[in-house]
């Protein structure tokens, strides 16, 4: 084996990528677009792998179908693939296909950006009833993940969705939106009809905290309103400001602006007796979740206790010892996302990420381990919008071509060898040119429905292929 600074200098850097959302694609294009590979002091070579045979991650698979604008980023993420200098490999599953091992062998460097699929924990008694539900789980329903179950059970006419962020947000909304106001959307048929079938009349959206720490986005806040035949309701009661708040609705523009449309919703909605909705949209604030509770003792969900709130003068939440019950046959807990571990790097289980620094991932002696980066949620947690992974992926692509010089070189750094390696496993990958099937094929299926439906008052865009082994069919054929 020669040494790193002889053989980087001598051939493309070879990279790989595990993860094709927006923070395997941010790290991809960054690092093709760097001034080392413009100046054409380093050649690369990246493979962008994908557990999923579809590229794009969070967005096919976490935004929400009635979010266009945020789907909309697929098509900068599109031509970024699209050009040809990144070689994407679908359907490819990370410490069951291929070993860390097997990326050390052909790679000089290995960037994870896997990101946070799972549902964080939250622990009060009744959370394992049926009809206790993570919301990230409900997401991947809706969203056609192909690795979670057809049927989703939406038998219950009210329902408790705990969390103030916006994947609560969507939670509520995609449980509360008529189903036919979403046809317009990419929903799956399986989703559609069991949207359709929901029995829903009343969401309840419960913050631990007041309304001035809320974790909501504006855009995301004021789109409730927006849902045709839903009426948000709010309480005057929960309507609670101690100094911390004062001082964020001053400094804060962003808590200024919701805290002025959740007061404005509040008057509105006093003032004003219309005809009502036949769904409503309840948001309640100070309610911290105590138990979920089974009143027949089936195991079945039938209510939820939270104890009331108040703050605390620092923006923070203290129990006031009293207790409500709500009665509700359903509860999502949207509390935030946790990542996952990988095969044989070190995790930090609490923040559910790769112990790292600035991206160079760290082994157990908590020094980096050379030619190990980490990129996304699975590198700082998952919090913020998809814009802020450029800035993660800026910094630790700039690690790595930082560290060029001496990474432990690949022993086996030709392209096709890591293919006839995947072949030799059997492993069905799927390519760009597959994805591009796939792709034309659920854009054909929307435009097979246009056509079937002539009167409807919508069109359909695309209609969504959600079994894995439909997607890998589609792409290989
Ligand atoms: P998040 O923004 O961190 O919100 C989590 C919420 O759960 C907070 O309100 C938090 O309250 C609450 N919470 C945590 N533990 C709790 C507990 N034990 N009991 C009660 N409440 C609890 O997380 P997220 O909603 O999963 O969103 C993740 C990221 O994705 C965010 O950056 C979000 O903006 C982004 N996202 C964006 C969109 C979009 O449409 N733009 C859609 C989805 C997600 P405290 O504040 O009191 O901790």
């Not at 999923?52 to 979010?67: F, N, T």
């Not at 947000?169 to 359709?196: C, F, Q, W």
């Not at 959740?262 to 100070?286: D, G, I, K, Y």
């Amino acid at each position: 084996m020669s040494n790193s600074a002889e053989t980087t200098t001598k051939r493309p850097l070879r990279v790989a990528i595990v993860g094709a959302g927006p923070a395997g694609v941010y790290a991809a294009d960054i690092l093709t677009k760097s001034n080392e590979v413009k100046d054409g002091d380093v050649e690369v070579s990246i493979d962008l792998f994908e557990a999923y045979p579809a590229p794009y991650g969070l967005i096919r698979y976490g935004v929400a179908p009635d979010h266009p604008r945020i789907k909309g980023i697929v098509n900068a993420l599109h031509k970024v693939l699209d050009r040809g200098d990144i070689r994407f490999l679908g359907n490819v599953t990370y410490g069951r296909d291929l070993t860390l091992h097997d990326f050390r062998s052909f790679y000089d460097a290995v960037i994870f950006s896997t990101g946070a699929i799972k549902d964080a924990d939250l622990n009060i008694p009744g959370i394992d009833f049926e009809g206790s539900f993570g919301g990230a789980d409900f997401v991947s329903w809706y969203d056609g993940h192909p690795d979670v179950p057809r049927e989703w059970p939406l038998d219950a006419k009210e329902i408790a969705v705990i969390g103030n962020g916006n994947v609560a947000l969507d939670v509520a909304r995609m449980l509360s939106k008529h189903a036919d106001d979403l046809l317009v959307t990419e929903i799956p048929d399986n989703v559609y009809k069991g949207l359709k079938n929901s029995p829903v009349t009343d969401v309840h959206v419960f913050g631990r905290r007041g309304p001035a720490q809320i974790k909501f986005t504006p855009l995301e806040l004021r789109e409730l309103s927006h849902s045709n035949d839903v009426d948000i309701v709010l309480y005057p009661e929960d309507f609670e400001f101690d100094e911390a708040s004062d001082d964020a609705i001053r400094t804060n523009n962003q808590v200024k602006t919701m805290v002025n449309t959740l007061t404005n919703w509040l008057v509105e909605e006093h003032a004003e007796a219309e005809q009502p909705s036949s769904r409503r949209l309840h948001l309640h604030f100070l309610h911290s979740p105590v138990e979920i509770t089974s009143e027949d003792g089936n195991g079945k969900v039938s209510g939820i206790k939270f104890e009331r709130m108040q703050l605390d003068g620092t923006g923070n939440a203290k129990g006031t010892g009293e207790f409500v019950d709500y009665p509700v046959q359903a509860v999502y807990r949207a509390i935030g996302y946790h990542g996952s571990p990988l095969d044989e790097l070190e995790y930090d289980a609490r923040r559910g990420v790769i112990p790292n620094d600035g991206g160079r991932v760290l082994g157990a002696d908590g020094k980096p381990v050379p030619g190990i980066y980490a990129t996304g949620w699975i590198k700082r947690g998952p919090v913020g919008l998809i814009g802020h992974t450029k800035g993660d992926a800026l910094e630790t692509i700039g690690c790595l071509l930082e560290d060029r010089l001496t990474l432990p070189p690949a022993d086996n750094p030709d392209p096709q060898a890591i293919i006839d390696l995947l072949e030799e496993r059997g492993v069905e990958y799927t390519t760009w040119a597959g994805w591009n099937k796939l792709d034309a094929h659920e854009v054909a299926l929307g435009a097979a429905w246009n056509a079937e439906n002539p009167d409807a008052a919508v069109v359909r865009e695309r209609v969504k292929v959600v079994p894995r082994e439909d997607m890998i069919g589609i792409s290989r054929a």
